[in-house]
């Protein structure tokens, strides 16, 4: 195995797991290593490998930037299978409606092959209903290099969402998921269906995409490629343990929908040993992926994940407001002056607090656990007001602790430091 891949690779997971400091950037920073056994039957990875998925995450108020990739180590060799960067930023809920801008680029690569890369960015605007359902639409356009596809794909989306449970709830909380997505771009077209192509020209020399489209007299066709895929999903949280699964259907003619990719369906399992190690493991059937020109595949994988923040996210993409379940508010004494906020509540994707200790600006805690928020703040002895939101929703009393009427048709929570 080549030592410097191995010594980067460690270096990146090692800085993912070291505990934030209090710097707000660190603040604002979670972090996982996944590795595990991963099998995959596409022919384009190992049969079997060992595999490495560091990720992390950076919030701010209105945005959110994540990266994650992937690794596999076979033979004694490291390849790099893929990479991800994210960014999704959203605008404050009014009249019940919020927007959503997202971009991502992307590269799939090993040393086998060359890949292919993609940039992406999207639209869309969320309408929830009374805080357990609703539906989001949108759409945008997607760049891929590198692959038989040779023009920026449309992109149309649409879903509907509902929450089922809570987290006081014996029977922990269910989210279940139905979308809709349309892709229409133009690809290479082989000679032989040139009466069902767009056009047919000489193909630049030297263009990857085209060289298997090719006839003797270096011709290449383009065709109008269409096609929709139909999928729903299951995310049940209770306890320690979280499930996930998926299945979909892919509509479209034989010509842009191979038979391997019409249906597929898979399933994740975490348990969660303690607060920031838990077992993974799943399988199941994907489709392939066009613009990033990755087959349909067969997966199984089983691991461990180690988290220094662990990222338990629903597959809703609206954030739902959560404040009745936080289950414990907590100020423990630390260094000096400073104080540590410490909250539990699960089943969650933020958590804020905002009070005369912040001048009345809201700061974001750090997920510590997969309950369990921290956050740490100077505090001089005396009493102050503080109030707890999760997920941008209502402000309210944290639980607990002595409140008192604000005068604003709400309550606030009164802490007391002492000397």
């Known amino acids: 195995m080549d030592d410097r891949k191995f010594a980067i690779l460690a270096t990146l997971s090692f800085a993912l797991l070291v505990p934030a400091r209090r710097e707000l950037a660190a603040q604002l920073v979670s972090g996982r290593l996944e590795a595990g056994q991963y099998t995959v039957s596409d022919g384009v990875l190992p049969a079997s490998a060992l595999r490495f998925a560091p990720s992390f995450q950076f919030d701010l108020p209105h945005a959110r930037i994540t990266a994650r990739g992937a690794a596999f180590l076979s033979e004694q060799n490291l390849q790099i299978a893929d990479g991800v960067v994210s960014g999704t930023f959203t605008t404050p809920t009014v009249y019940g409606v919020r927007a959503e801008m997202i971009g991502n680029a992307s590269r799939a690569v090993d040393e086998q092959s060359l890949g292919s890369d993609q940039v992406d960015v999207q639209t869309r605007i969320h309408v929830p209903f009374r805080q357990a359902g609703g539906l989001w639409f949108g759409g945008g356009v997607a760049k891929p290099w590198r692959v038989a596809v040779i023009s920026s794909a449309d992109v149309l989306d649409g879903g509907v969402w509902g929450k089922l449970g809570d987290g006081t709830s014996k029977f922990g909380i269910a989210t279940l998921t139905a979308t809709f997505t349309n892709f229409s771009f133009s690809k290479v077209a082989s000679v032989r269906d040139s009466s069902t192509a767009l056009s047919c020209a000489p193909a630049a020399v030297g263009n ?135 909250i539990r509540v699960g089943g969650v994707e933020r958590v804020d607090v905002m009070g005369d200790l912040s001048d009345w600006s809201p700061l974001t805690l750090v997920r510590r656990g997969r309950d369990l928020w921290e956050l740490n703040v100077p505090l001089s002895p005396g009493m102050y007001h503080i109030n707890v939101r999760v997920d941008d929703g209502p402000w309210m009393a944290p639980p607990g602790i002595p409140t008192m009427h604000d005068g604003f048709s709400g309550d606030v929570g009164l802490i007391v430091i002492a000397k």
């Open 208 to 342: 990857i995409a085209t060289t298997s489209a090719l006839d003797e007299a270096g011709t290449a066709c383009e065709r109008q490629s269409r096609f929709s895929d139909m999928e729903a999903s299951l995310r049940w949280e209770v306890g320690p343990l979280e499930i996930s699964a998926q299945s979909g259907y892919r509509l479209g003619d034989s010509y842009d929908v191979t038979p391997d990719s019409r249906r597929w369906s898979s399933a994740h399992a975490t348990i969660w040993l303690n607060e920031r190690v838990a077992i993974i493991g799943g399988g199941g059937r994907q489709p392939a992926l066009p613009l990033r020109g990755l087959p349909a595949r067969s997966f199984g994988m089983a691991g461990l994940e180690i988290a220094y923040s662990p990222v338990s996210k629903s597959a809703v993409p609206v954030a739902l407001p959560h404040t009745v379940l936080v289950k414990k508010f907590e100020m423990q004494p630390g260094t000096g002056d400073m104080r540590k906020i410490v």
